[in-house]
């Protein structure tokens, strides 16, 4: 069967097929359809990985069928034990995302659980292609939904973030599309394992660097390019928050090990300084800002951007616990952010406010809620046997094998994220109630809870047993710094 | 030079003259006709089309066949432009029929014009010699002032027709005359001849070069590439949105017919002359295209702009000067043929009664008609270059010609340049989807606009999905040829 094609097509035609039941009259119908098409989107991603071998560095699941043969561009899909955790937790989210925006979304409808059902096929897409225009395809694509998602159910400032949003990422992804078109003028092919063996000369390494640098970097986003993110989360929907957090911003770092490393491994350790010195600035200056937000989505908007440091830190120390450590912060920090960005929704539903200053005792009318998003809130902070310690723990054990002062600079953000997060909680969670609205607030429904659960569970047990996600990288990751490791110029490198 | 004439010469020229034929008694017939019964001369000109067509389709042959004393030449190049133009002027005429019909133009002059137009089209595409090209442009040329000008009272029109006349014939002017020297420093007027006139690495002639200038000069007014530019913003403002849309789609393919047959089948030799003359052609189109358009808020004058800084992409693949970069131009040509149409239908499909010209006419489409709005939102991506749309695959294509051919800042240039262009696309989707319409009707339109602005959008889509055949049919043409 083809997993990987099911995968990206199941979510993409049932959004099709709610997209087709109109106007709000078949609101109902069109929930039920998206949640259906959302869990059989996940469903057939689970034999991803029970049937995934650890053992191989290889591709998985390949499919390679010819495309567009005037460019000699194949319909190549594949994962291996660096992607397929991604695709997984892409399904996974999207039964988050719809069944959060079950009750909470009453305009356009199906226009908008349509959006996240074919952004959900589309990240997977992105995940799984090993063909760079087929990659760019799906990149680029899932622009569209995401830029109608802010644009249509979000804030009053909506209109200036979606276009922002949209126009930062087409520029850096224009220029990732001029390297492409360069390497395939030099490899005569867009396939990406080919593009990692083409030889090439150290000044073309750093240009293409700089290149996919753009793409990339915007996508994570990285200091100082992470400006749109805080306007995109926080005019954005819940679900277009959590969408972004928890996949979208992962792209941009997934692209980084899958292009940047092994295509330009030279530019790679050159430009590694580089990288570090601005996932450092992110950790510290970006922790520093979310620190005196005044409102909610934005800090954890700014928090999210210093975790993704700590991504981008690990991947540019070349060593396996490093680049594990960084794609387990990857994927905790799809939970973490996730979930943070579902409590505010939860909060915002009820009060129509995202400042912390309205809020203050929430745990005395809401306890089950503040037990979740105190938990939530532990694991952004780093608390051992959260999911967050684990990432950030292994980044930093392998920074400081690199160098003191990296790890020094890195292990701040156990202080500042445990500062910002849990001051955001003592404001907002606990205290005395002060504002009538507080007091009016009722406790999470049946539906808010089983969203939570589900994501505490997968907060606790990646903070507790995460083996089951490390294993499956561990080859991969290994294969990945041997190539990184040689040297694609030789005697040659030199500008 | 004495031309022999055989009536087998006639052969390759068949749908030019059954069109021909076809028009004149659609002209003749029209006369006749109430008022009421206009509805034939409409079926007419379509079947004339189809007619053509078939025969077009028939006499192909993929052996390049010249006749009239090698003044003109029946190939696989002229085949498929003129299939294509036989397809988009139909479209035209489907489209523009309800929005004719409300504004007194529902009458034979509209659909005779558009038929002449259409052969001077085909002329150009079948031309092997400089005066038969000169004569197709001339046809066409007439052809949209009249058609420009066919709203007698409105002023708007009447202005746009005066300056498309004059610059117009400015620049058959400097054709001519850039011709003239041409055949001074060549001594033949024959394509063919002239190219074999021309030795490899003929370039820095002077006399060559100061004819090559005019003739640039003139193709890129006929392109509408900065500097000679300036018709296109009036005229598609002024004009009839209907005579807009057809200026905005078939003659394109003329366009690219005549830069073909020009530069590339006539004076290829020059081409390390007409290069850097592309060159700064296309940065500036591109440049003053996409940054003007921003400045917007008639759609048909934003969409003017686009036109503008398309075919500076249109350029990208010329000025490459390799047969990957033809058949990327052509690809390139056939998909903003392709968006073109769909675009201006979408405004035709909401002026009813009362023009929808401005931006904000799109407000709130998407509660209006959502399926509209979605058709719309495809080509706008479209013509932004965002994939899965037709129009990523065009800029894939040129960009992809261009960097082959060495121009790497060009292509940086242009990429940064679409960026700034995206902006104004995605601001109609803004208008459609994020804001609250005016009035809450949704727009009417008969069956046949209906399946045909659907089949149009979803084409941008599935030939963005699948865009090989398109792809390999437009290289395959070029390989034949070159």
Request: aromatic residues 12%; hydrophobic residues 60%; contains cysteine.
């Amino acid at each position: 069967m083809p997993l990987l094609s099911l995968a990206i097509w199941v979510p993409i035609t049932f959004g099709l097929l709610v997209l087709a039941t109109g106007s709000d009259r078949h609101a109902n119908l069109a929930r039920w359809l998206a949640l259906i098409g959302a869990l059989l989107g996940f469903a057939v991603t689970v034999p991803l990985y029970t049937r995934f071998d650890p053992a191989t560095a290889a591709m998985q699941f390949v499919e390679l069928r010819p495309w567009i043969e005037s460019f000699r561009v194949n319909y190549h899909l594949g994962v291996d034990g660096i992607s397929v955790l991604f695709i997984l937790l892409t399904a996974f989210t999207t039964v988050i995302v719809v069944l959060a925006g079950w009750r909470v979304i009453e305009r356009k409808v199906a226009q908008y659980f349509a959006s996240f059902l074919i952004m959900s096929g589309l990240m997977i897409g992105v995940f799984a292609s090993l063909d760079a225009v087929l990659f760019y395809v799906f990149w680029e694509a899932m622009l569209i939904p995401m830029f109608i998602v802010i644009g249509v159910w979000g804030g009053p400032r909506r209109v200036y973030a979606s276009v922002k949003f949209f126009l930062y990422t087409l520029l850096g992804s224009l220029l990732m599309l001029i390297a492409f078109i360069y390497l395939y003028q030099k490899a005569g092919s867009f396939d990406i394992l080919e593009l990692h063996r083409l030889p090439l000369g150290y000044r073309e390494q750093i240009l293409i660097f700089l290149a996919f640098f753009a793409a990339f970097a915007v996508k994570v986003p990285m200091w100082p390019v992470h400006t749109w993110l805080p306007d995109a989360h926080v005019e954005a929907p819940t679900g277009g928050s959590v969408v972004l957090a928890a996949i979208m911003l992962k792209l941009g770092a997934y692209g980084f090990l899958r292009f940047s490393l092994p295509i330009a491994p030279d530019a790679s350790h050159a430009l590694a300084g580089f990288m570090i010195a601005l996932s450092l600035i992110a950790v510290v200056y970006i922790g520093l800002v979310a620190l005196v937000q005044g409102d909610m989505k934005k800090l954890i908007a700014y928090s999210s951007i210093a975790h993704m440091g700590f991504v981008t830190l690990g991947f540019f120390l070349f060593n396996a616990l490093g680049v594990e450590g960084a794609l387990v912060q990857m994927i905790s920090h799809g939970f973490v952010s996730g979930a943070l960005f579902l409590c505010v929704g939860v909060m915002y539903d009820r009060v129509h406010s995202r400042q912390i200053a309205d809020y203050g005792g929430v745990v005395n009318t809401m306890p089950v809620f503040s037990a979740f998003f105190v938990l939530f809130a532990m694991a952004n902070a780093g608390l051992p046997a959260t999911s967050g310690f684990v990432g950030e723990f292994m980044v930093i054990m392998a920074s400081i094998q690199v160098h003191f002062w990296y790890a020094f600079f890195a292990a701040t953000t156990l202080i500042f994220g445990a500062a910002y997060t849990l001051w955001m909680i003592k404001r907002v969670v606990f205290g005395a109630v002060v504002h009538e609205h507080v007091a009016a607030m009722k406790d999470l429904s049946p539906r808010e809870f089983l969203v939570l659960a589900l994501l505490a569970v997968a907060v606790l047990a990646m903070g507790i047993y995460p083996a089951p996600f490390t294993e499956v990288m561990h080859a991969s990751v290994e294969q990945l710094l041997t190539h990184v490791a040689q040297s694609k110029c030789g005697d040659v490198c030199g500008w | 030079m004495t031309v022999e004439f055989a009536l087998t010469d006639l052969i390759p020229a068949l749908p030019e003259l059954a069109l021909l034929g076809a028009a004149c008694l659609i002209l003749i017939l029209d006369l006749f006709l109430a008022d009421d019964l206009r509805w034939v001369t409409f079926g007419l000109s379509l079947l004339a089309l189809g007619l053509a067509a078939a025969l077009t389709w028939g006499t192909h042959d993929a052996v390049p066949t010249l006749a009239f004393g090698n003044t003109f030449v029946d190939d696989s190049l002229s085949d498929v432009l003129k299939l294509m133009i036989y397809g988009s002027v139909a479209a035209v005429m489907i489209y523009s029929r309800d929005y004719v019909r409300t504004r007194g133009m529902y009458r034979g002059e509209f659909y005779v014009l558009v038929l002449f137009a259409t052969l001077g089209m085909m002329i150009m595409v079948s031309a092997s010699h400089f005066l038969t090209l000169y004569l197709g442009l001339e046809l066409l040329s007439l052809c949209l002032y009249a058609l420009v000008a066919l709203q007698r009272d409105s002023v708007v029109a009447t202005e746009a027709a005066m300056k498309y006349f004059v610059l117009g014939a400015l620049a058959s002017g400097l054709l001519l005359f850039g011709m003239s020297l041409l055949y001074g420093a060549t001594g033949s007027l024959e394509l063919a001849r002239v190219a074999a006139a021309l030795p490899d690495g003929a370039g820095h002639d002077a006399v060559l070069v100061f004819g090559l200038v005019f003739v640039v000069a003139a193709l890129a007014f006929k392109l509408g590439a900065v500097p000679f530019h300036m018709w296109i913003p009036d005229v598609y403002q002024g004009a009839p949105t209907a005579v807009t849309l057809f200026v905005a789609s078939a003659p394109k393919f003329a366009a690219f017919a005549f830069v073909m047959r020009l530069l590339v089948e006539g004076l290829g030799a020059l081409v390390t002359d007409w290069q850097p003359m592309l060159v700064l052609l296309a940065v500036l189109s591109i440049a003053l295209g996409n940054v003007t358009a921003i400045a917007q808020t008639n759609i048909k004058r934003m969409l003017a702009y686009s036109t503008i800084s398309h075919m500076g992409f249109l350029l990208l693949g010329f000025l490459s000067g390799s047969p990957t970069g033809y058949g990327a131009a052509l690809f390139y040509v056939s998909a903003y043929v392709l968006m073109s149409l769909g675009g201006f239908a979408m405004i035709l499909l909401l002026s009813r009664e009362v023009e929808a010209e401005e931006l904000d006419d799109f407000k709130g489409l998407n509660q209006r008609s959502p399926w509209h709005a979605f058709l719309m939102l495809l080509l706008m991506f479209s013509m932004a270059g965002v994939p899965p749309t037709l129009g990523f695959y065009a800029k894939l294509s040129v960009l992809q010609a261009a960097l082959e051919a060495g121009f790497l800042w060009l292509t940086v240039f242009a990429v940064l340049m679409s960026v700034v262009g995206a902006f104004y696309y995605l601001r109609v989707v803004k208008l459609m989807y994020f804001d609250a319409p005016a009035q809450p009707t949704p727009p009417r339109a008969g069956a046949d606009m209906h399946v045909l602005v659907s089949a149009n959008g979803l084409a941008v889509l599935a030939l963005g999905v699948m865009p090989q055949p398109l792809m390999a049919l437009c290289a395959g043409t070029i390989r034949q040829m070159v």
